[in-house]
């Protein structure tokens, strides 16, 4: 039976973990935030396990996590997690945390060559561990939190050095040790992304080309006004109104809060507390004069764009040779990158991002062959 993980919700407690973890060589992290229930989501748990014990730490009640900071950033304790972006963003929007010497499970499986990578699949999978995620989607920000979502958020990084060492047993057997590394770490890279609304960023949700001008007219006052109301109720706006919803506004222009019940996805509640301001948002953008154009497409020369293609049937061959998803071979933008820079020697893919010292020695030959038309 796994013993309930200790849960650090003040000062005192978090100071002694910290001087615990610092003498671990490894450790498991996870996060969980409340993105799915809140305008802006906030990392709500950390949780930490050692060979040793399970920890649950609340930023929510502790006014100051800091000094955490110094154990994840230590380069000499390895930080293994589970499909890492997402918590790495969590981590240094939230405290400003630098997460380093990262082992990544599921992208290790992924160089392995695995089908199933997901983290309940792979507990299954590998060590016979069930782990049920439908509490993947709960709102972590509620206190108290009920002990069963308290012990699947421990499960999460219970099993995760186990895991790991399965994982790391097999790169080793396998001689891809050095590739998994440099595969983590283009994965684990990342650039926050500012967080300011963008009231023309309706167009990366879709590119309504069958739209009209005037349709596009009022999917931006819908999608501005989504927006104020999402952020007035700490709801995320994709999930207030639907992006579908959106389009069937457009496509409806209702005059009148009552065609609004016809519109799939769009709350009563919402048509009761804001259903004048949407039909006033149509009706301001029917109104507008407004000429928005489309942002242009880029144009790539046709050159270009074959030494793509022919680098991306090599990728997808080479892919399937080594039984993996073609990513793993190289990230697309990498492919862009050499096929508008047509290097004439190895030399030459060193500064290309997502090409690493071994990818450069295992397909380098290969990638200036293709480009300059050889192979």
Same mark, same amino acid.
């Given at each position: 039976?796994?013993?309930?993980?200790?849960?650090?919700?003040?000062?005192?407690?978090?100071? =002694?973990?910290?001087?615990?973890? @610092?003498?671990?060589?490894?450790? =498991?992290?996870?996060?969980?935030?409340?993105?799915?229930?809140?305008?802006?989501?906030?990392?709500?748990?950390?949780?930490?396990?050692?060979?040793?014990?399970?920890?649950?730490?609340?930023?929510?009640?502790?006014?100051?996590?800091?000094?955490?900071?110094?154990?994840?950033?230590?380069?000499?304790?390895?930080?293994?997690?589970?499909?890492?972006?997402?918590?790495?963003?969590?981590?240094?929007?939230?405290?400003?945390?630098?997460?380093?010497?990262?082992?990544?499970?599921?992208?290790?499986?992924?160089?392995? %060559?695995?089908?199933?990578?997901?983290?309940?699949?792979?507990?299954?999978?590998?060590?016979?561990?069930?782990?049920?995620?439908?509490?993947?989607?709960?709102?972590?920000?509620?206190?108290?939190?009920?002990? @069963?979502?308290?012990?699947?958020?421990?499960?999460?990084?219970?099993?995760?050095?186990?895991?790991?060492?399965?994982?790391?047993?097999?790169?080793?057997?396998?001689?891809?040790?050095?590739?998994?590394?440099?595969?983590?770490?283009?994965?684990?890279?990342?650039?926050?992304?500012?967080?300011?609304?963008?009231?023309? %960023?309706?167009?990366?949700?879709?590119?309504?080309?069958?739209?009209?001008?005037?349709?596009?007219?009022?999917?931006?006052?819908?999608?501005?006004?989504?927006?104020?109301?999402?952020?007035?109720?700490?709801?995320?706006?994709?999930?207030?109104?639907?992006?579908?919803?959106?389009?069937?506004?457009?496509?409806?222009?209702?005059?009148?809060?009552?065609?609004?019940?016809?519109?799939?996805?769009?709350?009563?509640?919402?048509?009761?507390?804001?259903?004048?301001?949407?039909?006033? *948002?149509?009706?301001?953008?029917?109104?507008?004069?407004?000429?928005?154009? $489309?942002?242009?497409?880029?144009?790539?020369?046709?050159?270009?764009?074959?030494?793509?293609? *022919?680098?991306?049937?090599?990728?997808?061959?080479?892919?399937?040779? $080594?039984?993996?998803?073609?990513?793993?071979?190289?990230?697309?933008?990498?492919?862009?990158?050499?096929?508008?820079?047509?290097?004439? @020697?190895?030399?030459?893919?060193?500064?290309?991002?997502?090409?690493?010292?071994?990818?450069?020695?295992?397909?380098?030959?290969?990638?200036?062959?293709?480009?300059?038309?050889?192979?």
């Amino acid at each position: 039976m796994l013993a309930p993980a200790a849960t650090i919700d003040d000062s005192r407690a978090l100071e =002694a973990a910290v001087e615990r973890l @610092s003498a671990q060589p490894r450790i =498991a992290v996870d996060t969980e935030s409340n993105s799915l229930h809140a305008y802006r989501g906030k990392t709500c748990l950390i949780q930490i396990s050692t060979p040793d014990e399970d920890l649950i730490i609340d930023p929510l009640a502790i006014a100051d996590i800091s000094s955490l900071g110094a154990v994840l950033a230590d380069p000499a304790i390895e930080k293994v997690l589970h499909a890492a972006e997402y918590d790495l963003i969590c981590l240094k929007r939230d405290f400003d945390f630098d997460v380093r010497n990262i082992f990544d499970t599921m992208a290790a499986a992924r160089v392995c %060559g695995f089908q199933r990578i997901g983290l309940g699949a792979m507990l299954q999978d590998l060590l016979g561990v069930r782990h049920s995620k439908r509490r993947q989607r709960d709102d972590w920000a509620r206190r108290p939190l009920p002990e @069963s979502a308290l012990r699947y958020a421990q499960i999460d990084t219970h099993y995760l050095l186990q895991l790991r060492d399965v994982l790391y047993e097999k790169l080793r057997a396998a001689e891809r040790l050095e590739e998994a590394r440099e595969y983590i770490a283009d994965v684990t890279r990342f650039e926050l992304k500012s967080e300011d609304f963008d009231p023309d %960023g309706f167009w990366q949700l879709f590119r309504p080309n069958s739209l009209s001008s005037a349709d596009i007219a009022v999917l931006r006052e819908l999608y501005i006004l989504r927006d104020g109301l999402a952020q007035a109720v700490d709801h995320p706006p994709p999930r207030l109104i639907p992006n579908k919803a959106l389009l069937q506004i457009v496509t409806l222009r209702p005059r009148s809060a009552k065609r609004l019940y016809d519109i799939r996805g769009l709350p009563a509640w919402l048509i009761r507390q804001s259903g004048a301001e949407i039909i006033e *948002a149509v009706k301001h953008g029917l109104a507008s004069r407004a000429q928005l154009k $489309r942002p242009p497409r880029e144009q790539i020369p046709p050159q270009i764009a074959e030494r793509y293609n *022919a680098l991306h049937n090599w990728r997808k061959e080479t892919a399937q040779a $080594r039984g993996v998803e073609s990513d793993v071979i190289i990230s697309r933008g990498a492919l862009w990158e050499i096929a508008r820079r047509q290097p004439a @020697s190895i030399d030459e893919l060193g500064d290309i991002r997502g090409l690493g010292p071994w990818r450069r020695a295992t397909y380098g030959s290969a990638l200036v062959a293709i480009v300059n038309g050889r192979a």
